[in-house]
Every structure is written in structure tokens, then in C-alpha cells.
């Protein structure tokens, strides 16, 4: 089955505690964006990726960094989180011109 | 720089009823175009999309839109809702000069609530 997966799905951490959240994808899809969403303000960009090793940021990128050192594979790294951090996030893939498939998302807190 | 508008936050429908959902986009080209949707604590599906072509759309569950590029819209349509269409509905447009449609920029949501 076609699929993007998440982990943790639910996380609650506290300030400066440096987390991962992984994604995966089994479509060997080139491009992998990480989203975050927050009431009112729909889902924004934080970090997309091209292919391996090709990164750059989104229209929220402060706080994050990303890396892609398999095609599948594409963590989001909070260094030292922050309660303004606390968010659902979405990781998306995608192929070329096709549209992005989502995963089921990562609730964050962050105390 | 491109931007979504989905004017309304909220609406509500009696199931059987008729639905149409807002999106005015803002792109110096013709842009592609998604509508997702979002049930309660569930990632986002797509519903359907616009690339080229036939501007009348088809998606699943029986939704479609039009791009309109004289009023830059791209509405959602469903001639008869059901209750199990309530869910947060987004608009977005991909940037075509990336290489991919993969750039998208989100509308903030329209949430549908349906009345039995």
C-alpha cells in the first residue's frame, strides 16, 4: 500500500529537548515536504526537499532544520523546541507534477 | 508570490442540500490546482486537481470544481451533500516555475458542518 508514515503520532516534550519526528515514504517519490498546521492559518511550508541531499526551507523555516540522506527518509529536527513550536505537523510526497500524499500527521506540545 | 483566499471560515448545510466551497488564488501564471480534505484527526486527501485542460474537474465522493482564470477561482462543488462530508476543506495552488507542482501554498481551511 501506497503510504507516508509518521512517528511519533503524539509527542509531548519540554523546552530545549531536541526531538526527531521521522517520515517515510514507499513511493520513491523525489520530492518530501514537512508541513505545520495551526488554527486559522492552514497548513504553511517549513522545509521541502527536491531529492537526496537537495534541501530548502519553506515559508516557516526558523527552529527546524531537515535532512535527506535516503530517498525515503526525510526527519524533522527541532534542536531546542519552543512552545511556539507546538503544532500538528504533516509530512508530504510527491512525484514530478502529481499531487502531494500526506501523512497522518504528528500532534507536538511543547511545555 | 502566490496566496490562497478561502473566504469563508465556516459553513453549514442540511444533508441533501447543495455545496459550494470558495478559492481565489493569487499567480502570475496559470497555477495548478488541489482541493483537499481533512476529517477529524486524519492527514489530508486529495479530492481533486487541476493541471491543464478541461477547466470542469471531477474528483472522489463525488466533488468537482472550476477554474475560472478571469475571477481566479476554483470552487468546489457538490450537487448533494452528505453528513459524511463534514471535514475541513483546503484549497491550494502549486507553483509551476519550481519544476513540480510540489510548492504548495494552503488556504486557511473552510470547515463544513452538515445538518441532518
Known sequence: EAQVTQNPRYLITVTGKKLTVTCSQNMNHEYMSWYRQDPGLGLRQIYYSMNVEVTDKGDVPEGYKVSRKEKRNFPLILESPSPNQTSLYFCASSQGFEAQYFGPGTRLTVT | ?116
Open chain 2, 1 to 116: 508570490a502566490q496566496s490562497v483566499t478561502q473566504p469563508d471560515i465556516h459553513i453549514t448545510v442540511s444533508e441533501g442540500a447543495s455545496l459550494e466551497l470558495r478559492c481565489n488564488y493569487s499567480y502570475g501564471a496559470t497555477p495548478y490546482l488541489f482541493w483537499y480534505v481533512q476529517s477529524p484527526g486524519q492527514g489530508l486527501q486529495l479530492l481533486l486537481k487541476y493541471f491543464s485542460g478541461d477547466t470542469l474537474v471531477q474528483g472522489i465522493k463525488g466533488f468537482e470544481a472550476e477554474f475560472k482564470r478571469s475571477q481566479s477561482s476554483f470552487n468546489l462543488r457538490k450537487p448533494s451533500v452528505h453528513w459524511s462530508d463534514a471535514a475541513e476543506y483546503f484549497c491550494a495552488v502549486g507553483a509551476r516555475n519550481t519544476g513540480t507542482a510540489s510548492k504548495l501554498t494552503f488556504g486557511t481551511g473552510t470547515r463544513l458542518q452538515v445538518t441532518l
